[in-house]
């Protein structure tokens, strides 16, 4: 039915209607998709415990036994932890929510990081950090009149604020493995001066010609590529639902989009050439 459709019941209402046997397959299925997506999030998780926070900033010598005994505490305490969580979420929307809230609170430094030099692993550890805690509280917090960009906007601009404070207040990351970045990946932008005029002033000068030389011709292709992106998936949804209009202004866009995105990525091309 139309109602139905138009609400995502299509599902829910579709397992009513199946029989026994064949309810009892998707029953195990939908079981086995929640145990895969389970234990790849665990082992993920424990993985970014154990060598990216154990084994680099607190026991850089660990033995493989102590490391594989870290990471099975680290599995154990992130199980408890997302049980504990979830007791308090209503609705699968209060966790999409929580996630959108988390990376759009880190966003900008996952792209800051290949413009600037200043940040480093302790920027993205407490922008990780601050941005769940935020996230957490904005989201499960009862805050009355607040709408939902509201939330959003504030979750980003205290996580923000936090990491900002953090990179500027922590030590910098080893000048020597600052210039060997610069070297492999050539960043654009003038974020990497003070980096080239110490490896200047130390006698040791650094090749940093952007690799695909206009930035700003750079960023506006990765504006036009979320443009086209975006577009063509809310297309295909709409299209779904029968908005013919909607669907096909949105996959025009979409398309416009890419054909200048790679009109002017050649052009960069070029002029890097």
């Known amino acids: 039915q139309q109602s139905v459709v138009r609400h995502d019941l299509a599902y829910p209402a579709m397992l009513t209607f199946l029989p026994a046997g064949l309810l009892g397959l ?53 199980m408890a932890a997302a049980c504990t969580f979830a007791l308090y979420l209503e609705n699968a929307l209060q966790a999409f929510s929580i996630l959108l809230t988390v990376g759009a609170g880190t966003g900008l430094l996952f792209i800051l990081r290949w413009f600037w030099w200043r940040i480093n692993a302790w920027s993205e550890i407490s922008a990780m950090v601050i941005s769940f805690v935020v996230a957490l509280y ?73 690799v695909h030389g206009n930035l700003p011709a750079a960023l506006l292709c990765v504006l036009l590529g979320a443009i086209a992106i975006y577009g063509a998936l809310f297309a295909i949804g709409y299209g779904l639902y029968g ?30 050439g």
């Open 243 to 272: 908005r013919a209009a909607l669907s096909g202004g949105l996959a025009l866009l979409a398309c416009a989009s890419t054909l200048l995105t790679l009109r002017l990525w050649r052009a960069c091309r070029a002029g890097a």
């Open 138 to 210: 904005f989201n499960l917090a009862d805050l009355p009149g607040w709408t939902e960009w509201q939330r959003l906007l504030a979750g980003v601009g205290v996580t923000t604020a936090g990491w900002l404070t953090v990179t500027l207040l922590a030590p910098g990351t080893d000048e020597a493995t600052l210039r060997n970045f610069l070297r492999l990946v050539h960043p654009g932008g003038p974020g990497w001066a003070a980096v080239e005029g110490r490896a200047a002033a130390a006698g040791d000068p650094l090749d940093t010609e952007p």
């Open 26 to 78: 998707v029953l195990a299925s939908l079981i086995s998709a929640y145990m895969s997506t389970m234990s790849t999030q665990v082992n993920w998780g424990a993985s970014y415990v154990v060598n990216d926070f154990y084994r680099r900033f607190l026991k850089p010598d660990a033995s493989e036994r102590e490391l594989v005994r870290a990471g099975r505490l680290a599995t154990v305490l992130l």
